[in-house]
T-cell receptor, first 111, second 113 residues
Framework: LAKTTQPISMDSYEGQEVNITCSHN???????ITWYQQFPSQGPRFIIQGYKTKVTNEVASLFIPADRKSSTLSLPRVSLSDTAVYYC????????????FGSGTRLSIRP | SQTIHQWPATLVQPVGSPLSLECTVEGTSNPNLYWYRQAAGRGLQLLFY??????ISSEVPQNLSASRPQDRQFILSSKKLLLSDSGFYLCAGHGGRAGGTQYFGPGTRLLVL
């Protein structure tokens, strides 16, 4: 399983773009990169998933360089409600696969 | 998409008492199922995962056990709770295919006194 490294915490302000980078130097050829968001006393919620290049959905973008050894979650124009812990996971998630979460990045948004 | 049901939402138990937390899944068949525990302000610790009925993999040696008696049912148990078993317990399901995502239940907050 590929180990991931993320900043422990980040601060930003409402209306700003926030970029959270995750390092995964040992990513395997078939691994996907998935980001989750967790609010206090709730289970993590899927945000976005990608394999290579760029993926965009209605809430975020995911940038993956050609070597795939890192990825960046981009949250456009954050609001106070984006204050949460963000987890980067790397894995195949196929049958017989265990899924391990890292420590995550605690994002705090200020007015 | 999958829906994960967990109950109860909150549980207060004395040290030494038994525990049984149930998780059920809707919307998919033959999912991979997971039990995680989260201490206050910490990340998720994988406790058990299962790829099918009766198939349980344990990640952390402890006084907890898990069972999967049916395809969409995953149970976390203990014969005698310890103070250190307190935490937020989350059940998750995954479709078991490459590139899929996990869906989490609402969680059970367990306080052992």
């Amino acid at each position: 399983l590929a180990k991931t490294t993320q900043p422990i915490s980040m601060d930003s302000y409402e209306g700003q773009e926030v970029n959270i980078t995750c390092s995964h130097n040992n990513i395997a050829t078939n691994d996907y990169i998935t980001w989750y968001q967790q609010f206090p006393s709730q289970g993590p919620r899927f945000i976005i998933q990608g394999y290579k290049t760029k993926v965009t959905n209605e809430v975020a973008s995911l940038f993956i360089p050609a070597d795939r050894k890192s990825s960046t979650l981009s949250l456009p124009r954050v609001s106070l409600s984006d204050t949460a812990v963000y987890y980067c996971l790397v894995g195949l998630y196929s049958s017989a696969s265990k899924i391990i979460f890292g420590s995550g990045t605690r994002l705090s948004i200020r007015p | 998409s999958q829906t994960i049901h967990q109950w109860p939402a909150t549980l207060v138990q004395p040290v030494g008492s038994p525990l049984s937390l149930e998780c059920t899944v809707e919307g998919t068949s033959n999912p991979n199922l997971y039990w995680y525990r989260q201490a206050a302000g910490r990340g998720l610790q994988l406790l058990f995962y299962s790829v099918g009925i009766g198939q349980i993999s344990s990640e952390v040696p402890q006084n907890l056990s898990a069972s999967r008696p049916q395809d969409r049912q995953f149970i976390l148990s203990s014969k005698k709770l310890l103070l250190s078993d307190s935490g937020f317990y989350l059940c998750a399901g995954h479709g078991g295919r490459a590139g899929g995502t996990q869906y989490f239940g609402p969680g059970t907050r367990l306080l052992v006194l």
